[in-house]
Antibody, heavy 118, light 110 residues
C-alpha cells in the first residue's frame, strides 16, 4: 500500500533554513508528481509546492516562491522540501502528498511540524 | 491565489443529509473538473473522499457524493453518522498549474 513518511521538522530561528524529507513506498515513485501542503496551527490547508514525476517542472505558492524549493531523488524514492529564509508565518505542519496527474492529491503522509521562532 | 470559499460550519442530526459548498472562480473550480474533497479528523492527515468532482476512491462510503455547477462545487453527506464529524476541505486545480484549497468546513453531528 502507498506509504509516505515525512521527517526533518523542528524548531528553527527566523531567517534560517530547514530541509524536509518525504520517503515514499508502495508505488512506482518515479511515475508520480508530488506535492507539499501545509497547515498552520488551527488553520486550514494551504498548497505549497509541487514537482513533476522527473523533477524537471516545479510550481510554488506565491508566498514561498524564491524561498522554498522541491527537489526529488527518484533513486531514493524521496522528495524534499528545502525551506530557506524562514519566517514565523511558515510555522505549520507540512504534509507531502502524491499527485493524481494534476487532478488533485490522493495519498498523504502523517505530516511534520516546523516551528519558526526566535 | 485566494482560498476557495466554504461555510465555516455545517451541522445535522444522525441520518440527515448535509451539503457543503465550495465557491471559486472560472480560473479554478469553474474551469476544470478537477475538484477534490478531503476529510480531516483532529490531529490526523487529510483523507481523499471525492476526486474529479464526483468520483469516490475505493473504500469511501457511497454516502459521500460530489457535484459542480459553474464556479461552485458541493459535497453531500447523506445518512449522517457520528464518525462523519470532522473538517472537510475542497481543492481545485487552477489555471496557474497549482492547487488551491477551500477555507474548510467543520461538520458537527448533533
Amino acid at each position: 500500500q502507498v506509504h509516505l513518511v515525512e521527517s526533518g521538522g523542528g524548531v528553527v530561528q527566523p531567517g534560517r533554513s530547514l530541509r524536509l524529507s518525504c520517503a515514499a513506498s508502495g508505488f512506482y515513485f518515479s511515475s508520480y508528481g508530488m506535492n507539499w501542503v501545509r497547515q498552520a496551527p488551527g488553520k486550514g490547508l494551504q498548497w505549497v509546492a509541487s514537482t513533476s514525476f522527473d523533477g524537471t517542472t516545479t510550481y510554488y505558492e506565491d508566498s514561498v516562491k524564491g524561498r522554498f524549493t522541491v527537489p526529488r531523488d527518484n533513486s531514493k524514492n524521496t522528495v524534499y522540501l528545502q525551506l530557506n529564509n524562514l519566517r514565523p508565518e511558515d510555522t505549520a505542519v507540512y504534509y507531502c502528498a502524491r499527485d493524481r496527474l494534476s487532478r488533485g492529491v490522493d495519498y498523504w503522509g502523517q505530516g511534520v511540524l516546523v516551528t519558526v521562532s526566535s | 491565489q485566494s482560498a476557495l470559499n466554504q461555510p465555516a460550519s455545517v451541522s445535522g442530526s444522525p441520518g440527515q443529509s448535509i451539503t457543503i459548498s465550495c465557491t471559486g472562480t472560472s480560473s479554478d473550480v469553474g474551469g476544470y473538473n478537477f475538484v477534490s474533497w478531503y476529510q480531516q479528523h483532529p490531529g490526523k492527515a487529510p483523507k481523499l473522499m471525492i476526486y474529479d468532482v464526483s468520483d469516490r476512491p475505493s473504500g469511501v462510503s457511497n454516502r459521500f457524493s460530489g457535484s459542480k455547477s459553474g464556479n461552485t462545487a458541493s459535497l453531500t453527506i447523506s445518512g449522517l453518522q457520528a464518525e462523519d464529524e470532522a473538517d472537510y476541505y475542497c481543492s481545485s486545480y487552477t489555471d496557474r498549474s497549482t492547487y488551491v484549497f477551500g477555507t474548510g468546513t467543520g461538520v458537527t453531528v448533533l
